[in-house]
Nanobody, 122 residues
């Protein structure tokens, strides 16, 4: 059973910082294109930042220069460093990744975490 578990959300003042973590657990051979998405009340889920299949990073225009995605392959963990937070960043943040559980006789499956709330307010 593969799980993605996010942590690090919370309440922060405008201009503050938070670091989100997403740890993958279970039977995992390798992870492809891990990324972060968010969903604000009344809005659709949107991409925040992700690694591409080629290992590059891609960011939403609204977070470029403020957020940084990184990963620790040894820990099967992906991070999102969020700086200069704005009230518009308030949302539930979700981790997403494609995971291959075995090198043979297996197929890629897509997983979502349960989400972590980020609230930016004074």
């Amino acid at each position: 059973q593969v799980q993605l578990v996010e942590s690090g959300g919370g309440l922060v003042q405008p201009g503050g910082s938070l670091r989100l973590s997403c740890a993958a657990s279970g039977s995992i051979f390798t992870i492809r294109a891990p990324g972060w998405y968010r969903q604000a009340p009344g809005k659709q889920r949107e991409l925040v930042a992700t690694f591409t299949n080629g290992g590059y990073t891609r960011y939403a225009d609204s977070v470029k220069g403020r957020f940084t995605i990184s990963r620790d392959n040894a820990k099967n963990t992906v991070y999102l460093q969020m700086n200069s937070l704005e009230p518009e960043d308030t949302a539930v943040y979700y981790c997403n990744a494609d995971i291959l559980q075995a090198p043979y006789n297996s197929r890629w499956s897509n997983y979502w975490g349960q989400g972590t709330q980020v609230t930016v307010s004074s």
